[in-house]
């Protein structure tokens, strides 16, 4: 009889574990590091980017009459799209962009390091989209700018043309009134002596308003600054390098629907071997690609991954998912990150995580309520996942993809 | 006399009226409709750039717009996305797609219905996503298509109620 309320507390606290352990084990965002607000990684480092409030707030305070919205006195800038560093201070920049004559102003921002070396990155604030990659080139960054490229010099804060003007016979100057891509979907080589990029510029001397049927994919060498045509055609994503060997994503249509092929393209050549087609999405991490695929009956989806290596195809095993959404990862990274859709009616959705070396997966459960804003690479090893749930206040799960394994 | 009066202001006013051309607005009118703030703050943009970031293409025509050919005016609204060759279109919000339409003309769409009660919105000049199926939930982060490469880049979005 004495003994009863010890045997009590002991079943009291035994089924307090258990509740907890159960809570814990299908809740793996409560484990997570969350911070408020959209927060993604920007060279190695963290940076706030606006949230939904913020964009309301900008859209407010547009004027009525004129629609320009209302700017920092003394930035010039709109106070609600300004990105904002996390764990680094950033510094914001704003950069004259010069082809010959002055053509425009984008706005960047960067962090420094101690011993001055800058990470450089576009900032929200830019009507237009911008690029921006960094290069070999001393300090300078690879800028892609209205369909052209340039090089930012951060100290004398002045865009200058990267691409020779002109090429060929192609003279720049006739493009203004056409939609001339003069280089875009540019991507540096892991060795730093190449950049590949696309271009159109082709329609300006044939004379054909149909710019798509003019694509040519281009490379650029950084040290001789040589330019030189590699293959017709272009592409969608870099997705990676080998030496000699672009690894593409191209667009291409299947029974009337978009998808995406996997192509070798061999930049001494010019030869291009088809790996992969019809994927929903796909995302390279040497030497693997992980890619969704639908059979004929668009029904049926698989999440496979490709040794390009040995030419080996696995599919991953234990996963039910309707439709995978987006495949994604990042260079030197052992993971890729896989958005889900267990049901197809549902808008819930899963973050999956794989190992692409040992096919593991982890996973962190959505639910209807939960919305993904943003999602994204910081590092090799750390992602961000933005969702709102609910009111539409969005917060970000700082994830460390070691964690949990 | 006031009515002689009357009957001669009567006629100026009809001759005014009668020498007044009735014209529609031409391209360089800006159709400033905005029927609430409430969507456009929810909604994201249809274009993101290759790291899933949000922006803005320029609207290259506006609805309600007369045509260069034909009598009917424009119903829908084309956003240009700024030249790039990146072309996947995005879900504005979380919804779901009621028409998924596919041919070899121009007119093909995709039709998403949102349950936040925004309009219903047909991203037309797409060619839908492999695997993407009438019934399906589609969120702000699903590319829903492509843009068709005749079209230069250009999205024509239609709302209805």
Not at chain 2, 26 to 46: A, K, M
């Amino acid at each position: 009889m004495t003994k009863r309320p010890g045997v009590l507390i002991i079943a009291v606290l035994i089924v307090a574990l258990v509740a907890f352990s159960s809570v814990t084990a299908v809740s793996p965002w409560s484990a997570l590091k969350r911070e408020k607000g959209v927060i993604v990684g920007r060279g190695g480092s963290l940076v706030t980017q606006p949230s939904q409030k913020d964009v309301q707030d900008f859209v407010q305070a547009l004027d009525r009459i004129t629609g320009r919205p209302s700017v920092d006195p003394v930035t010039g800038q709109p106070k609600q799209l300004v990105n904002k560093g996390v764990n680094r201070q950033l510094k914001t920049a704003t950069v004259d962009v010069f082809e010959g004559e002055f053509i425009g102003k984008v706005s960047v921002d960067y962090f420094e390091d101690s011993d001055g070396q800058q990470t450089v990155f576009a900032s929200a604030q830019n009507q237009r989209p911008v690029y921006i990659m960094p290069t070999p080139i001393g300090s300078k960054s690879l800028m892609e700018y209205e369909g052209s490229l340039y090089l930012i010099d951060l100290r004398e804060k002045k865009a200058s043309p990267f691409l020779s003007l002109p090429v060929s016979g192609y003279d720049k100057s006739k493009a203004k009134d056409w939609r001339i891509s003069w280089g875009t979907l540019a991507s540096v080589n892991p060795a730093g002596t190449t950049v590949l990029f696309t271009t159109n510029r082709l329609s300006l001397i044939k004379q054909d308003d149909n710019f798509d049927r003019h694509y040519q994919i281009w490379i650029k060498d950084l040290l001789t600054g040589e330019e030189r045509l590699v293959a017709d055609g272009t592409y969608q994503r870099v997705l990676g390098w080998d030496g000699d060997i672009a690894y593409l994503a191209k667009h291409e249509i299947v029974q009337e629907r978009a998808a995406e092929s996997v192509v070798a393209l061999n930049l001494s050549t010019g030869e291009q071997q088809v790996l992969l087609r019809g994927l929903v999405g796909c995302a390279a991490t040497y030497p693997f690609l992980v890619y969704t695929t639908y059979d004929s009956t668009l029904d049926v989806s698989a999440l496979e991954v490709l040794n390009i290596l040995d030419g080996s195809k696995k599919t991953i095993p234990g996963l039910k998912y309707d439709r995978y959404e987006s495949v994604a990862s990042t260079p030197g990274s052992k993971f890729v990150l896989i958005i889900a859709q267990p049901s197809r009616t549902s808008h819930a959705r899963d973050v999956v995580i794989l190992h692409t070396e040992t096919l593991q997966t982890r996973i962190l459960p959505g639910d209807e309520k939960t919305v993904f804003r943003n999602y994204g690479f910081v590092d090799a090893n750390t992602i961000t996942v933005t969702v709102a749930r609910g009111n539409n206040e969005e917060e970000t799960y700082i994830v460390g993809l070691q964690e949990g394994r | 006399m006031s009515k002689r009066l009357t009957g001669i202001l009567l006629i100026l006013v009809l001759l005014v009226c009668s020498a007044q051309t009735v014209l529609a607005y031409g391209y360089n009118w800006w159709f400033n409709e905005v029927h609430g703030d409430l969507y456009l703050t929810q909604s994201r943009s249809p274009f993101r750039n290759a790291g899933g970031t949000d922006f803005y293409g320029n609207v290259t025509s506006n609805n309600n717009q007369p045509r260069t050919t034909g009598t009917t005016v424009h119903s829908g609204t084309d956003l240009g996305n700024g030249g790039q060759i990146y072309r996947n279109v995005y879900s504005v919000f979380d919804g779901g797609v009621v028409q998924a339409i596919v041919h070899s003309g121009e007119n093909t769409y995709v039709t998403v219905s949102y349950s936040n009660g925004a309009p219903l919105v047909k991203y037309q000049h797409i060619t839908p996503s492999q695997g993407l199926s009438v019934g399906n939930a589609v969120g702000a982060t699903s590319v829903i298509g492509t843009l068709r490469d005749y079209t230069w880049g250009t999205l024509a979005l239609c709302c209805t109620k």
